[in-house]
């Protein structure tokens, strides 16, 4: 199975509201990464967060990291209808490879 | 300074052909890594390459090979194609943590 879950799948917010999602992954980590993909597009990176650290902030993203529970959540304030897009966490695991594992994605959509 | 560039955007093949994917990297970066995104799922990670060899490979067979140049571009081939490898397939650069993607190709196995 892959070593990141988000959830939920699918979330649908109204424009101005918050959104949050959430990973959880299985093996220790160097980092933990969020992507945000556009309908059959490519991958944006939107932020990292190394495994020693527990909060980052971009902008209107904040990002939490709790290693002790193998979780990760996005949040992303005040939503614009812009914001419409499948959001991935993506972990590096601590194991010596030099592959990243994607999960499933959680699915939003922001209604204006 | 051009990101990621890979060709062709789109293509359709026939169960049983063989099938070349490009990819650019962005200026600088040395590492290309490849993706397999089905519909609806996240990226699979098929294989990275570094100073021209394969340096992790993923849970794909043989029939899924790649290749790097000393400019650093990557080709990504796959041999005797199924339905089921119809996908978007990614292309992703790297220098150090950062990963930039490209648009990818959509391949389409009928």
């Known amino acids: 199975s892959q070593q990141g879950e988000e959830d939920p799948q699918a979330l649908s917010i109204q424009e101005g509201e918050n959104a949050t999602m959430n990973c959880s992954y299985k093996?220790?980590?160097?980092?933990l990464q969020w992507y945000r993909q556009n309908s059959g597009r490519g991958l944006v990176h939107l932020i990292l967060i190394r495994s020693n650290e527990r909060e980052k902030h971009s902008g209107r993203l904040r990002v939490t990291l709790d290693t002790s529970k193998k979780s990760s959540s996005l949040l992303i304030t005040a939503s614009r209808a812009a914001d419409t897009a499948s959001y991935f966490c993506?972990?590096?695991?601590?194991?010596?490879?030099?592959?990243?594992?994607f999960g499933a994605g959680t699915r939003l959509f922001v209604k204006a | 300074d051009a990101g990621v560039t890979q060709s062709p955007t789109h293509l359709i093949k026939t169960r049983g052909q063989q099938v070349t994917l490009r990819c650019s990297p962005k200026s600088g970066h040395d590492t290309v890594s490849w993706y397999q995104q089905a519909l609806g799922q996240g990226p699979q990670f098929i294989f990275q390459y570094y100073e021209e060899e394969e340096r992790q490979r993923g849970n794909f067979p043989d029939r899924f090979s790649g290749h790097q140049f000393p400019n650093y571009s990557s080709e990504l081939n796959v041999n005797a194609l199924l339905l089921g490898d119809s996908a978007l397939y990614l292309c992703?650069?790297?220098?150090?943590?950062?990963?930039?993607f490209g648009e990818g190709s959509w391949l389409t196995v009928v």
């Open positions: 993506a972990t590096d695991p601590n194991t010596g490879g030099f592959k990243t594992i």
């Open positions: 093996t220790s980590i160097n980092n």
């Open positions: 992703a650069s790297s220098r150090g943590n950062t990963i930039y």
